[in-house]
Structure formats: structure tokens, C-alpha cells
T-cell receptor
Framework: EPEVTQTPSHQVTQMGQEVILRCVPI?????FYWYRQILGQKVEFLVS????????KSEIFDDQFSVERPDGSNFTLKIRSTKLEDSAMYFC?????????????FGPGTRLTVL | AQSVTQLGSHVSVSEGALVLLRCNYS??????LFWYVQYPNQGLQLLLK??????LVKGINGFEAEFKKSETSFHLTKPSAHMSDAAEYFC??????????????FGKGTTLSVSS
């Protein structure tokens, strides 16, 4: 069964460094998402992406964040200058829309630790 | 604005007992509702979804949920708990538009513990 994959599974970085989290959505999906989950808290929406544009973003998704679909298969989240509070699990999701509506398929996540 | 409230951050049941995890929603439009499960160190897996068809929705692993508009609820149940059901459960509502591309709004989650 097709699934969303994410790399790396765990990333450790120093505060102020740039990180890129990678995701490969399900191949025929058109909509892509990033969410984060700070330890012990709820899953929070960051951004959605469709047709090479951001379609929706939350207040969390400020100028330090950017997303890109560089090659037609990968979907990346970049954090330009990481802060301690960026430490969280980051989930990528995708869906195809249409009859399935907004059912989203999630990857296993990347745990980001900022030191 | 859409929101979800999950009552009870932690629920403990015995193996074989009824599981009831509560979810209430707020939505300005007819909602799409979802239950996801997260096993330790894993991602989110869809258990079931309500998309305005039948109000009683059956999902995987014997779980089901009933949409009650009058109570703005979408509680998750399973008649008989199994040890393997121990996990974190999240209720979610689709954003203002029920179409793909919009955010899922999650509740804070409920940790289900199952004892033998």
C-alpha cells in the first residue's frame, strides 16, 4: 500500500542552524501538508501546498519557514534559523482531494531536536 | 472557527472492557470529522472518518464512532478493548472548507491504557 515517507527520522541541530526536512508524498496525491507536534502537546497545522503554491498557512508558519517541491516527488520544509522551541515532531501529510475529501495520509514523522 | 475538544487526557480500561473516548467539535459548516491513532514512536493512522453520509461510522480494528449533530459530538467506541489498542487517539475536524488543502484541526489527544 502506498505511504508517505519522511527523512531523516531524527535530526539534531544547533540553535541558529538551517534544517531541511524531507517528505515523499503518495505519488498520485496533489495536496501536501506539514504539521508539528511539540512533545506532550497536540498536533498543529503549519502549511498546505497545492499546485506549487502555499494554499493555507498557520500563524506558526512565519518567515523562518519555507516549503518547496523541488523535483516533482519530494516535498521539503526548511527552517532557516532554528530556535529551541522548534524542537518537535514534524509530520508530512498528503491527499488527493476529490471523493476522499480532506482525509489526509500522514508520514511517520521527523523528530527535530534543537540544542 | 473550527475546534475540537477531547474530554479526558488519559483513559484506562481493562482488557475486554468497553472503550469510550470523547470528542466534541465546533464548526461553522457541516463538519468532516476524523479519528487518528498514534502508536508509540509512529505517525498518525486514520481510524475512521465522518463525511456526512451515515452517522454511525465503522473503522479499522473494531472501532466505531457516532456523529450526533444535536450534541456536537463524535465519540469513539470499541466494545472490547485489546492490549494492542493502547495508544494516543486524536479527534480532528476539517477546516472551514471541507475540501482538500485545508488544515485538520486536532484535539489534544487521549492516551488509552489497557490493563490485563
Amino acid at each position: 500500500e502506498p505511504e508517505v515517507t519522511q527523512t531523516p527520522s531524527h535530526q539534531v541541530t544547533q540553535m541558529g542552524q538551517e534544517v531541511i526536512l524531507r517528505c515523499v508524498p503518495i505519488s498520485n496525491h496533489l495536496y501536501f501538508y506539514w504539521y508539528r507536534q511539540i512533545l506532550g502537546q497536540k498536533v498543529e497545522f503549519l502549511v498546505s501546498f497545492y499546485n506549487n503554491e502555499i494554499s493555507e498557512k498557520s500563524e506558526i508558519f512565519d518567515d523562518q519557514f519555507s516549503v518547496e517541491r523541488p523535483d516533482g516527488s519530494n516535498f521539503t520544509l526548511k527552517i532557516r534559523s532554528t530556535k529551541l522551541e522548534d524542537s518537535a515532531m514534524y509530520f508530512c501529510a498528503s491527499n488527493s482531494g476529490g471523493r476522499q475529501g480532506n482525509e489526509q495520509f500522514f508520514g511517520p514523522g521527523t523528530r527535530l531536536t534543537v540544542l | 472557527a473550527q475546534s475540537v475538544t477531547q474530554l479526558g487526557s488519559h483513559v484506562s480500561v481493562s482488557e475486554g472492557a468497553l472503550v469510550l473516548l470523547r470528542c466534541n467539535y465546533s464548526s461553522s459548516v457541516p463538519p468532516y470529522l476524523f479519528w487518528y491513532v498514534q502508536y508509540p514512536n509512529q505517525g498518525l493512522q486514520l481510524l475512521l472518518k465522518y463525511t456526512s453520509a451515515a452517522t454511525l461510522v465503522k473503522g479499522i480494528n473494531g472501532f466505531e464512532a457516532e456523529f450526533k449533530k444535536s450534541e456536537t459530538s463524535f465519540h469513539l467506541t470499541k466494545p472490547s478493548a485489546h492490549m494492542s489498542d493502547a495508544a494516543e487517539y486524536f479527534c480532528a475536524v476539517s477546516g472551514p472548507s471541507n475540501q482538500a488543502g485545508t488544515a485538520l484541526i486536532f484535539g489534544k489527544g487521549t492516551t488509552l491504557s489497557v490493563s490485563s
